[in-house]
């Protein structure tokens, strides 16, 4: 097991890009004793992380669609975990409960495609034990009193929960800040030089840096340039867009009060707002909601739940996720020498970040490998772009 040391006090890492994966790393790194400087070309935390629903959702993962990587399921189990305490930490810190909760999510049905949805999700918790409960629909309306009336039945999934990722991105600004990492916001890196234990970058090029941290989100994909020459960090099509669109609505009285999935849609309410998405379009760069897909959503949304049809709604979105063809994050070395990447965490990353944060610290620190780092390496993406369609491209539109 190989060590990270340097002269000083700590080692000296950068870590690049400011989401909720480069932030959850940056406490992680800063935690364990390094001197951490987070790099952002934006202000952080206002990219996927923004655009999310904040759903932390390992049951959800248990059915494993196919091309699925066999160990994902079990990372997010992992996930979870770590949330408990993590968000204890950044509501101490804060004084914000962040609206994480215990009141577990329903699946819900009510057209035959999503009955076989919830019977195959069912199946598939009980073949790996994860809690769950098939509910009759009076049961499910008494649970949820929102649900409609039309409602064929639902799952309650215990381990399914949710947090307000917009409080999480600002609560780790305030963790990040007590543990002393260096934000630098607005800078973008575009150039790597050195070898480890001597690293610059263009954004900042009097610093030297022991190991750099890549947590990029989908900006994984473009390249960077490492000794002059364009280098790409993950093999060609290892990372994908996927677009997604949502809108959201006032949290009202007699609105839904706990996480309700139907198909590849959801809603997920908050207490400043009602979130309902998403479209999943691999291979969409860009982040324009339609109106005409929006629609779509909201009509889906309110066939569960029907007080979604009433009221104006607040806002629409768009999100780019970073992709990867077996839905698993890419964790570990990069293709350059001291530059390890934590990235592709696709619709798991608020789910995955602090994870993620303590798997990268490990790793970057203290050499540790094996375990989710050895699974969730980027090898598995030799050749990828050969074919890095999705196993899912499953779209409301
Ligand atoms: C519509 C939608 C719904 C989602 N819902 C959920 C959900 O309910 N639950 C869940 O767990 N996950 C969800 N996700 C997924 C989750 O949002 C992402 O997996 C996660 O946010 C990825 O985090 P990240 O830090 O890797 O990327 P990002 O949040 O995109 O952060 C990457 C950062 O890197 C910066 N950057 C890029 N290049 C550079 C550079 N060269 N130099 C400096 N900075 C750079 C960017 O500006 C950005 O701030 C959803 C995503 C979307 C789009």
Redesign the pocket.
């Known amino acids: 097991m190989n060590t990270l040391s340097s002269s000083g006090s700590g080692p000296r890492i950068a870590v690049?890009?400011?989401?909720?994966?480069?932030?959850c790393c940056a406490l992680s790194l800063a935690d364990r004793g390094a001197r951490v400087t987070l790099?952002?070309?934006?202000?952080?935390?206002?990219?996927?992380?923004?655009?999310?629903?904040?759903?932390?959702?390992p049951a959800f993962e248990a059915a494993g669609e196919p091309g699925v990587h066999p160990a994902l399921f079990d990372l997010c189990l992992a996930?979870a975990e770590v949330w408990k305490s993590f968000s204890s930490r950044l509501t101490a810190l804060t004084g914000r409960a962040l609206d994480y909760g215990d009141a577990g999510a329903l699946a819900c049905a009510i057209t035959q495609e999503q009955g076989e949805r919830i019977m195959a999700l069912a199946s598939a918790c009980e073949a790996r034990g994860v809690p769950h409960i098939c509910l009759e629909p009076e049961d499910a309306r008494r649970r949820e009193p929102s649900l409609s009336a039309e409602l064929a039945g639902a799952l309650e999934l215990p381990t399914d929960q949710?947090i307000d990722?917009w409080g999480v991105v600002e609560a780790l600004g305030a963790a990040l800040a007590d543990a002393e990492v260096r934000v630098l916001s607005g800078?973008?890196?575009?150039a790597i030089d050195g070898e480890p234990g001597n690293m610059h970058l263009d954004?900042a090029p009097d610093d030297v840096f022991d190991a750099v941290v890549w947590?990029?989100?989908?900006?994984?994909r473009?390249p960077?340039h490492y000794e002059g020459e364009i280098t790409y960090l993950v093999p060609e099509g290892a990372i994908v867009p996927?677009?997604?669109?949502?809108f959201s609505l006032a949290p009202r009285k007699a609105g839904p009060r706990r996480v309700l999935r139907f198909g590849p849609g959801?809603v997920?309410p908050k207490a400043s707002r009602i979130i309902v998405?998403?479209?999943s379009e691999w291979n969409v760069d860009d982040t324009h909601a339609e109106l005409n897909v929006i629609e779509a959503l909201r009509r889906e949304a309110a066939q569960i739940c029907p007080i979604l049809a009433e009221g104006q709604i607040t806002r629409i979105?768009?999100?780019?996720?970073?992709g990867t063809r077996d839905h698993g994050?890419i964790l570990g070395a990069s293709s350059i020498p001291g530059v390890y990447q934590?990235?592709?965490?696709?619709?798991?990353?608020?789910?995955?970040?602090p994870v993620t944060g303590e798997l990268m610290a490990e790793l970057v620190l203290e050499g540790r490998t094996g375990g989710f780092l050895e699974k969730f390496g980027m090898s598995r993406f030799d050749g990828a772009g050969e074919n890095a369609s999705s196993p899912s491209l499953a779209s409301i539109r």
């Open positions: 690049v890009g400011a989401g909720v994966v480069g932030m790099f952002e070309r934006n202000a952080p935390g206002r990219g996927a992380s923004w655009a999310a629903a904040g759903m932390l959702a996930g949710q990722n800078l973008s890196v575009t954004a947590t990029v989100g989908e900006s994984a473009l960077v996927v677009k997604g669109q949502l959801y997920a998405g998403s479209t979105w768009a999100g780019v996720r970073p994050p934590a990235t592709g965490h696709y619709r798991n990353g608020i789910l995955l970040a």
